[in-house]
Every structure is written in structure tokens, then in C-alpha cells.
T-cell receptor
Framework: GQNIDQPTEMTATEGAIVQINCTYQ??????LFWYQQHAGEAPTFLSY????GLEEKGRFSSFLSRSKGYSYLLLKELQMKDSASYLC??????????FGAGTTVTVRA | GAVVSQHPSRVICKSGTSVKIECRSL??????MFWYRQFPKKSLMLMAT?????????EQGVEKDKFLINHASLTLSTLTVTSAHPEDSSFFVC???????????FGPGTRLTVL
């Protein structure tokens, strides 16, 4: 089966930086995705990594190390609206997505 | 951008009844749609993959007679929870992907409560 681990909760101050780690063990690998999900809403796509390294997209960056089975999502210049759940998802050898349980980020003023 | 809708957003039903949930891709043709289930503080778990015009492929442990999936057109897939029981209560989320793309776009989810 698939095993994807990420912290349950994180709290940070407005304007700060937060890094959400994700480790995975899957049968096959065809990319890692990060999604943002506000309560009661659809997950929205944030980033996609398939090769090792850092992908930067505005205030959000995502890093992947395939050899270590490790990724992180970096949120910079935190805003109150960034309070949400962040989901790490890995696409396996059958091109199916397996999700972590999500990390709830709370941004305080 | 790609938008996926679900209807209804919330449903409360009595034990023994059946509930149908619709998933629509509003501005693109979805050759593949996925149905997920999520319990509180747990992962989104893939239930089944449906391709337009063919039978859905169910994940191990998912009862196909319990969760009927139909993907009748390139913009609509439905999930019917048959003879629902309280333990079926959870959050159901669909996603859709366009032919030739890697990204799944998610619907807003449907919260099912069975009394």
C-alpha cells in the first residue's frame, strides 16, 4: 500500500514562513502534488514536482527529493487567508493519487 | 480555469434510502473522473476511477454494488450510495482530468449524513 506522512497541525504568525514536510513510500512514482483545501471547499492545486529540486511559484515553493521520498511545501509571507489544510499527494505507478491526511495551518495575527 | 461542481453539497437521509451525487466538469471535457471519500481528519481515499462510456474501476475493498458509479457523458459522473446506513456517513469528493493533462481538478465535495 501507500504511506504518506505529514504533520497534523502547524501554527505561524502573519508574515512568517512555514515549511510543511511530507514523506512518502509508494509503489512507483509519477509525481507529487500539493493541494490547498479550505473547510467545506474543493482542494485547489498548488504545485507539482516530478523531478528533484525546487519549484517556485510566487509565495509558494515545493521541493522534491525522490531518493529520500521527501517533499516540502514552503509558504512565505504568510497571510491570514493561507489558513487552510495542505494536502500532499503522490501519483503512483498506476497514475492514481494517494493523499496524506493533510496539515492544518493556522496563521495568527 | 477548470471548474468542477458537485451536487448536492450536503445531504441528510434516512437509513435504507439511496442517495445520488452528481459531479460535473463545467468548462472542459473530463475523460476521466475520480471519486474519493474522506472521514474526519483522515486522508482522501480513492474509491473508483471512471472513464466516459465504460465501467468504473473500483479500488480494493470498495463495494461496487454499494457505490454505483456512472459516467454517462464527458461532463457528468454520478455516484449513488445504495441502501445507505449511518456508517456510510462521510465526505465524498470527485475530481476530473482532461485528456492529455496531469492535473486533477476537484469538486467542492458532498457531505452525507445518514440518520
Amino acid at each position: 500500500g501507500q504511506n504518506i506522512d505529514q504533520p497534523t497541525e502547524m501554527t505561524a504568525t502573519e508574515g512568517a514562513i512555514v515549511q510543511i514536510n511530507c514523506t512518502y513510500q509508494t509503489s512507483g512514482f509519477n509525481g507529487l502534488f500539493w493541494y490547498q483545501q479550505h473547510a467545506g471547499e474543493a482542494p485547489t492545486f498548488l504545485s507539482y514536482n516530478v523531478l528533484d529540486g525546487l519549484e517556485e511559484k510566487g509565495r509558494f515553493s515545493s521541493f522534491l527529493s525522490r531518493s529520500k521520498g521527501y517533499s516540502y511545501l514552503l509558504l512565505k509571507e504568510l497571510q491570514m487567508k493561507d489558513s487552510a489544510s495542505y494536502l500532499c499527494a503522490v501519483r503512483d505507478g498506476d497514475y492514481k493519487l494517494s493523499f496524506g491526511a493533510g496539515t492544518t495551518v493556522t496563521v495568527r495575527a | 480555469g477548470a471548474v468542477v461542481s458537485q451536487h448536492p453539497s450536503r445531504v441528510i437521509c434516512k437509513s435504507g434510502t439511496s442517495v445520488k451525487i452528481e459531479c460535473r466538469s463545467l468548462d472542459f471535457q473530463a475523460t476521466t473522473m475520480f471519486w474519493y471519500r474522506q472521514f474526519p481528519k483522515k486522508s482522501l481515499m480513492l474509491m473508483a476511477t471512471s472513464n466516459e462510456g465504460s465501467k468504473a474501476t473500483y479500488e480494493q475493498g470498495v463495494e461496487k454494488d454499494k457505490f454505483l458509479i456512472n459516467h454517462a457523458s464527458l461532463t457528468l459522473s454520478t455516484l449513488t450510495v445504495t441502501s445507505a446506513h449511518p456508517e456510510d456517513s462521510s465526505f465524498f469528493v470527485c475530481s476530473a482530468s482532461e485528456a492529455g493533462t496531469d492535473t486533477q481538478y476537484f469538486g467542492p465535495g458532498t457531505r452525507l449524513t445518514v440518520l
